[in-house]
């Protein structure tokens, strides 16, 4: 929920992230539609289907834009037939992917012992993963023989790949006694330690393994998870999920979207290339199997929505330290301006209060931390409590979990917000560079 | 795994001509089959059978195009090992070695960067093919000349109907042994003490469980199919929750009600005793007539376990007694009766998926174990909402696992060759 610890890019960079590598194959290599390609219904036009790159960092993507010609074009989504290509860039997609509207997050628990059966996990679902982006099934959907069970479930068989991307991550976990790899934990690998204000519930805490389905159409990210996690089935089991709709932070070239509080959020994400580099990316100095990685912060903040909604618009204001509307600092009038902490309002107060969330959380105040946010939206219907159950899934990356740590302790000790939010579910994952062609995700630790 | 109408309509499933089988077999001239290397297994770790040909699978997507290649296309007669190494290809997870659509090897969860794994077989001559699907040319010919040296011994059919038939004897036995157990719950019930009757209800109470899948197709003669009148597997096992009001409630549930809802027993309950007595009798003698074919055990086993997930771990199945647990572990037993008898024959076809589905099945036991009282009814802790609240994700989860690869059984026996 942290909205200002990234500096403003006011011109949005549309162009690839030179960082991010050239799409898998070659730039032309044709979107088949074999007898395992998941929609049949561009039948038009099928000779111009990777018809060129779209804008978009983090992998370029191939857009059958020809066919979808008369579907109106998101002014900063992706269209449906956006395809992320999976092997042969050097991070993996949906961290520095242009945020798509919908995601699903899923914690996972192992219960094999022994790294071959972990190994086995990840290939075959780096494999699976790579047939969704490009909008193909696992399999068959309606096998030949009578006898046989799909392997895929199917309800996303006539779905476009809706810029579906699959974001693996390894849990603290994977480094402990059960698989021979504590060798390979990078030292600033662990887990989150106990944070003020945090009301985790062990329930939606932890996980060996997360997966971070990221599509413009829900029920593409719903299919990817499921089938992902029918395959986890006896290897590992699911510990929690959130299903996120609606982005709740900005990526380069798109607009700020707004979370439940109805406030932008991501005004200052980072953005800029030169960020990514020294915020996000993984060096790989101390393991060099994470060189081009990250680490993943999951949080499930829950929103006191109701105690928010009857709270008056000028303490609003004071707790995020924005203006509604605009988005503005309160020390400024534009949502862009820098904020400038001396400011002072009428009163002779500081125009953005000190224990608002931009103050706390701004990179100025910070020492220049910035983190990479990659929020969504979500709902779970009513607590049992009468109350809407809804809030924040809290995505962020960076190249040290200590910067989370950092920031949501000082966060969670004053954050005015924090009247209004709980912090009840947790994860921190590490998360291995993108795989090349004929490799998985992960390969690399085992070496 | 719902028992479907036409099932209903039809006491008895197809009866399998063992011999007409047998004799289809012989035609058939490939022969064993044997298998090395897991999903994981190093290349150098691979071994071939001695003398044996090799030839390599390699899967592929370096031209944008997901491919199946072999190294070779004809090979001599005897046996030949596959080493199937998946370079690149995400579309192609599976390859089988086929002789007129029979499944004569395989080797399954390909994915790239995995160490390459081999299976080994003993050919005759013919015209086989090499099946890779999610490939763009999924079926790839491969010819065997002249005739294997020895005519392959102990064919994966007569296997697999040895254990059919072991299945069928355990059916029958189940059946007979439900019919003791009820007829004690009637006279429990007929005396009165509600002590001796409950103890009764725990007892018979698991025999169904253990074949319910195979029997729940019977329909009384005379009644149609879409009457509940005339259902047995409503007459014996309807729930509240299944409760058809046109019909009421019968059989063992109705009996439970009474016995551990009401803590009462009357003249209802004598009578619900009584007609679940006849029934269950009925049904024994209407379920001779079984014949079970290699998938039926399968699928009787998957539908088994469906039980668990729907009606067990829910708590609805024995909603008043909270016997669940014990029900669950006939539900189990049954589905590990039928693979136990598959297994000899599913080691010949698949070792890796039979090794999965006894780990699976030992570890759905032992985590059952650990729920085992005897000072209770039924042998296990009762299944309260308390206890459901606290473990049903980690027994459901259980089952899930072993879901997986036993589902996958019923196609490897019903294409065996």
């Known amino acids: 929920m942290t909205t200002d610890d990234a500096r403003p890019d006011v011109a949005p960079d549309p162009a690839p992230a030179p960082g991010s590598g050239a799409p898998s194959g070659t730039p032309g290599e044709p979107e088949r539609r074999g007898r395992f390609s998941r929609s049949a219904f561009l039948g038009a036009g099928l000779g111009g289907l990777a018809v060129g790159a779209l804008g978009g960092a983090g992998g370029a993507a ?98 476009e790949p809706s810029g579906l991307t699959v974001t693996i991550g390894l849990g603290p976990g994977v480094f402990d006694e059960r698989f021979g790899l504590a060798g390979r934990k990078p030292a600033k690998f662990a887990k989150l330690p106990a944070l003020p204000s945090d009301q985790l519930d062990p329930g939606l805490t932890g996980g060996d393994l997360s997966l971070q389905a990221c599509a413009e159409d829900p029920q593409v990210a719903y299919h990817a998870i499921r089938v992902l996690s029918r395959m986890a089935q006896g290897s590992a089991t699911v510990r929690w999920t959130v299903m996120g709709f609606g982005r709740a932070s900005a990526g380069r070239g798109q607009t700020t979207p707004r979370n439940l509080m109805g406030f932008k959020d ?182 | 795994m719902q028992p479907t109408l036409s099932l209903r309509t039809r006491p008895g499933r197809a009866v399998v001509g063992l011999a007409g089988m047998l004799g289809a077999v012989a035609l058939v001239a490939a022969g064993c089959s044997s298998d090395s290397g897991g999903a994981a297994e190093k290349p150098g770790a691979t071994a071939s059978a001695g003398g044996a040909t090799k030839v390599d699978v390699t899967l592929t997507a370096a031209s944008g195009t997901d491919a199946c290649e072999l190294s070779t296309a004809s090979v001599p007669a005897g046996p030949v090992t596959f080493t199937v190494t998946n370079k690149d290809s995400a579309a192609i997870n599976e390859v089988e070695l086929l002789l007129n659509n029979r499944i004569v090897g395989e080797k399954e969860n390909l994915a790239p960067g995995l160490a390459a794994v081999s299976f080994t077989s003993t050919l005759d001559g013919g015209s086989y093919e090499v099946y890779c699907p999610g490939a763009e040319k999924d079926t790839v010919a491969f010819t065997v000349t002249g005739q294997a040296a020895t005519s392959p011994t102990g064919s994966v059919q007569a296997v697999l109907a040895q254990g059919t038939a072991e299945y069928s004897t355990f059916v029958q036995s189940q059946l007979a042994a439900m019919v003791v157990g009820v007829d004690n719950l009637k006279k429990a019930v007929d005396s009165g003490d509600l002590g001796t009757a409950q103890k009764a209800y725990a007892t018979a109470r698991p025999f169904y469980e253990k074949i319910e899948s195979d029997v729940d197709g019977f329909v009384l003669p005379g009644f149609k199919a879409t009457d509940n009148k005339g ?111 598959l297994q000899p024959g599913m080691e010949k076809i698949d070792p890796d998926l039979t090794a999965q589905v006894t780990a699976q099945f030992d570890a759905v036991k032992s985590t059952l174990k650990t729920y085992q009282d005897a000072a209770v009814l039924g042998g296990y802790e009762l299944w309260t909402p308390q206890l459901r609240r606290t473990d049903a994700a980690k027994l459901s989860q259980s089952i899930q696992a072993l879901q997986q690869p036993l589902s996958k059984v019923a196609e490897k026996v019903a294409t065996a060759q």
């Open chain 2, 231 to 341: 259902n047995l597997d409503y007459l014996v096992d309807m729930r509240a929750s299944s409760l058809d009001p046109a019909v009421g409630w019968h059989g063992f549930h109705a009996v439970e009600r009474d016995l551990f809802g009401e803590k009462k027993i009357d003249a209802g309950t004598k009578k619900y005793a009584a007609e679940l007595a006849t029934n269950v009798a009925k049904l024994r003698d209407l379920a001779t007539s079984l014949a079970f074919k290699p998938e039926d055990l399968a699928n009787g086993a998957a539908g088994l376990l469906e039980e668990v997930q729907a009606n067990k771990i829910t708590g609805e199945e024995e909603k008043y007694s909270h016997l669940d647990l014990a029900t669950f572990a006939g539900n189990v037993e049954g589905a590990e009766q039928a693979f136990a008898d």
């Open chain 1, 266 to 447: 991501g005004t200052r994400n980072i953005k800029s290339e030169a960020d990514f580099g020294a915020f996000v990316w993984h060096d790989g100095v101390d393991q060099a199997w994470m060189k081009g990685g990250t680490y993943q912060v999951a949080r499930k903040i829950q929103m006191h929505i109701e105690n928010w909604d009857s709270d008056f618009i000028g303490d609003q204001q004071s707790v995020f330290g924005r203006t509604k509307q605009e988005g503005a600092p309160l020390s400024g009038a534009h949502e862009f301006d820098t904020p400038d902490f001396a400011t002072k309002g009428a009163d002779g107060d500081p125009a953005i209060p000190a224990t608002s969330h931009v103050a706390l959380a701004a990179h100025e105040n910070n020492g220049g931390l910035k983190i990479l946010r990659r929020s969504y939206n979500f709902t779970d219907g009513m607590d049992e409590n009468g109350q809407i159950n809804a809030g924040l899934l809290f995505i962020a990356y960076m190249n040290d979990p200590a910067a989370f740590v950092t920031l949501q302790t000082k966060l969670g000790r004053v954050d005015r917000l924090n009247e209004y939010i709980a912090h009840v579910g947790s994860g921190v994952f590490a998360v291995p560079p993108a795989p090349a062609s004929g490799s998985y995700v992960g390969e690399a630790l085992f070496g």
């Open chain 1, 62 to 159: 191939w857009a059958r834009s020809d066919a979808d010609a008369a579907s109106p074009l998101p002014s900063d989504g992706v269209p449906s037939t956006t395809a992320y290509p999976f092997y042969g860039q050097v991070h993996q997609g949906g961290i520095e992917t242009p945020q798509q509207r919908h995601a699903i997050f899923a914690a996972y628990d192992l219960t094999v012992t022994d790294p071959r059966s972990l190994q086995v996990l990840l290939a075959r679902w780096s494999a699976a993963i790579a047939q969704f982006q490009r909008g193909r099934s696992l399999g068959a959907v309606e096998p030949t023989r009578a006898s046989a069970v799909p392997t895929d479930t199917g309800e996303a068989a006539d779905l």
